[in-house]
């Protein structure tokens, strides 16, 4: 697949050392040759220094030959204008990267952009506040994902100490309603067996229906707690969505912003109403105090700067407070902040990278969402008719070592996967799988052409 990729910013970067592992044919243009620079030091790649958005610079690429084209620069307007012109000379999808909420409303499916020639708008600030929304939802859980049209949740959780798990083999939690589908023990992914033993500080990736499973009851066996007030460093984009979409809710909490740019704090307290806006600096314990940070509260840290927020992080960790989320711009950084006791870490980056994979891959293949740091996926797969995984029971398929079935959706019932489970034509599964060798399962739901 030829992709072109137009910025060579933090977003292309991760862009172009993703698709390349693939092995697509990738070209990355920028205007800026320090910024292409690190891209062709390091991957296989094409570039160009030149404008992205100009149709001579374009045409020079052949464009025209690309099937996709991603626009991920940091200025809205250049990546829109960048798609409509390769939409115009013959590019069969393309996508926006498009951040300010005059573009990008909180609401995307009010917009069309079909009309400009783009098939996606990516904004990685409304796709981090929309799991932060979700995490704020499942407190235990350090990231959460929503499969089968919402029927199935996937939920990492961090193994505590006081957790009835710990140091108990998965056969011995006699789980009917989940699957641990992976454990990541010291940065490495284990695939899991019943004679697996879950240790403090795993995290572990369970599978379940979405209803009644929230509170993990049966599994972990933890109270939901009741917060009384949503404290938030940074006033960005990201904050901006995230309130937002917290106000949609029901018996919020009160909800705290703290900013230290007085400007920015004039903007939102007309944009964000109800909120309480507070201009300071949130990496000073002092601030901490004041607000009387504690247990029954979260805390979200999403000032824009890494080193701020993990410090504004640690400074809440020492105020024992029971919901920490920080937002980091590098999945490397990922570990580090589970490390100083954060709950959850988001990376904004690699959300968007899941999102654009989903362009790249066959219409069976209804999502892609990497984990962790990227080095794993969980992906939804529909069974083409005459498909390789329609042919056998699951015991006599030789399915690649790295992948687990987390579950089956047939004729609407969602299955535990079992070795006598024939998969049909239609279903859908429920998958992870380390990245190596995801495009080897994708292989087993498609049909080619040839009978085995």
């Known amino acids: 697949m030829k992709i072109v990729i137009i910025g060579a910013g933090k977003l292309g970067f991760d862009l172009a050392r993703v698709l390349s592992q693939e092995n697509h044919d990738i070209i990355v243009i920028d205007k800026n040759a320090e910024a292409i620079g690190p891209i062709a030091d390091n991957f296989d790649v094409m570039t160009v220094v030149g404008n992205g958005a100009s149709i001579k610079v374009l045409e020079e690429v052949q464009v025209k030959t690309a099937d996709i084209l991603l626009a991920v620069t940091n200025n809205d307007e250049l990546n829109i204008i960048a798609c409509m012109f390769a939409k115009q ?12 909420p005059d573009y990008s409303t909180v609401l995307p499916s009010v917009l069309s952009y079909t009309n400009f020639g783009i098939n996606l708008i990516i904004n990685p600030e409304y796709l981090a506040a929309q799991e932060i929304f979700r995490l704020i939802e499942v407190p235990t859980a350090t990231g959460i994902d929503y499969f089968a049209g919402g029927k199935l949740s996937m939920i990492s959780i961090k193994v505590a100490e006081d957790m009835e798990i710990v140091g108990k083999k998965i ?40 209803a009644g499973f929230h509170n993990l009851n049966g599994l972990i066996k933890l109270k939901k707690p009741k917060f009384k007030q949503i404290v938030i460093a940074g006033g960005g984009l990201i904050t901006h969505y995230l309130v937002s979409l917290l106000q949609t809710k029901k018996n919020l909490p009160e909800i705290k912003i703290i900013e230290p740019s007085a400007d920015r704090c004039r903007t939102l307290s007309t944009e964000l109403g109800d909120c309480q806006i507070i201009c300071a600096d949130a990496t000073k314990m002092e601030i901490l105090d004041e607000e009387n940070l504690g247990g029954t509260d979260i805390f979200i840290a999403s000032t824009g700067s890494d080193n701020s927020n993990l410090v504004a992080c640690m400074l809440a960790k020492k105020k024992e407070v029971g919901e920490i989320i920080c937002e980091v711009s590098r999945e490397d950084y990922i570990n580090l902040a589970e490390g100083i006791g954060v709950t959850a870490a988001i990376t904004p980056r690699l959300l968007t990278v899941s999102t654009v994979l989903k362009l790249m891959r066959r219409k069976n293949v209804i999502s892609v969402n990497l984990l962790n740091t990227g080095e794993a996926a969980m992906l939804e797969l529909e069974a083409e008719p005459e498909s390789p995984i329609t042919r056998s029971y699951l015991r006599n398929l030789k399915l690649p070592p790295g992948v687990v079935i987390g579950s089956i959706t047939q004729q609407g019932n969602i299955l535990v996967p079992r070795g006598d489970t024939l998969i049909q034509p239609g279903d859908r599964a429920i998958i992870f799988a380390l990245r190596a060798v995801a495009p080897k399962i994708e292989q087993l739901f498609h049909y080619d052409g040839v009978m085995a």
């Open 89 to 100: 000379l013959g590019v069969r999808t393309t996508a926006a990267r498009v951040r300010n």
């Open 171 to 210: 056969a011995e939690l006699n789980l009917e309603k989940y699957t641990i589908v992976a454990v990541i023990r010291k940065e490495e992914v284990i695939i899991p067996n019943g004679k697996t033993q879950l240790l403090q500080n795993d995290k572990i990736y369970v599978l379940g229906k979405t």
